[in-house]
């Protein structure tokens, strides 16, 4: 079964609007982590934003915020204000308690237009 | 923040040659290193895990005479992809995991990811 599920393989958003990527998750360990990551199109893997499982409130990272519903297993990226260097693809991973490998999920390619 | 390399960035080869792509951390010590491998719009694939000074750990149908996987130091780690087949093409990706940080920390991010070497074989 997949651990991670990014049900969006393409989005897309006019500049200056917000937009949400979705992420469910499969896991049956109360200590975890959900990670963000941007890749553009050059391959680096960009961090973007983590949320422990036990956190109280939702992360937030400048645009970056992570609507974290736990009882749903749910960890949407919201990005806010999208510009045109947005455009990339963004992958959601989730680390379990007691390993330091996280599984990835399939992606989702956003696309910001002017 | 800290830095991970990977050279070549890219690099083109005859079927049946050896290919060897470099993985270093730039400013800490790397006890782990990861090596992915992604094909087109897909998600990365975790192929081996390697520790400096043993042998690496590799994922299910990750053939270890294929990719052969060598973390000498804490902050060099070698994939090298044996007579590479046009199969092989792919966008390889390190990533090292800082030795100050024990055990499991499940606050931010512990892995750096490398740039990343496109393999294209002819």
């Known amino acids: 079964a997949q651990k991670i599920t990014q049900t969006q393989p393409g989005m897309f958003v006019q500049e200056k609007e917000a937009v949400t990527l979705d992420c469910t998750y499969d896991?049956?360990?109360?200590?975890?982590?959900l990670f963000w990551y941007k890749q553009p199109s050059s391959g680096e893997m960009i961090f973007l934003i983590y949320?422990?499982?036990?956190?109280?409130q939702n992360a937030t990272e400048g645009r970056y915020s992570l609507n974290f519903q736990k009882a749903r297993k749910s960890a949407n990226l919201v990005i806010s204000a999208s510009q045109l260097g947005d455009s990339a693809m963004y992958f959601c991973?989730?680390?379990?308690?007691?390993?330091?490998?996280?599984?990835f999920g399939r992606g989702t390619s956003l696309i910001v237009h002017p | 923040g800290a830095v991970v390399s990977q050279h070549p960035s890219w690099v083109i080869c005859k079927s049946g040659t050896s290919v060897k792509i470099e993985c270093r951390s730039l400013?800490?010590?790397?006890?782990?290193m990861f090596w992915y491998r992604q094909f087109p719009k897909q998600s990365l694939m975790l192929m081996a895990t390697s520790n400096e000074g043993s042998k690496a750990t590799y994922e299910q149908g990750v053939e270890k005479d294929k990719f052969l996987i060598n973390h000498a130091s804490l902050t060099l780690s070698t994939l090298t992809v044996t007579s590479a087949h046009p199969e092989d093409s792919s966008f390889y990706i390190c990533?090292?995991?800082?030795?100050?940080?024990?055990?499991?920390?499940?606050?931010?991010?512990?892995?750096?990811f490398g740039p990343g070497t496109r393999l294209t074989v002819l």
């Open positions: 990533s090292a995991r800082d030795r100050g940080l024990a055990g499991f920390v499940p606050s931010t991010d512990t892995q750096y």
């Open positions: 896991t049956s360990d109360p200590s975890y982590g």
């Open positions: 400013d800490f010590q790397a006890t782990t």
């Open positions: 991973a989730m680390r379990e308690e007691g390993s330091y490998i996280p599984t």
């Open positions: 949320q422990g499982s036990y956190d109280q």
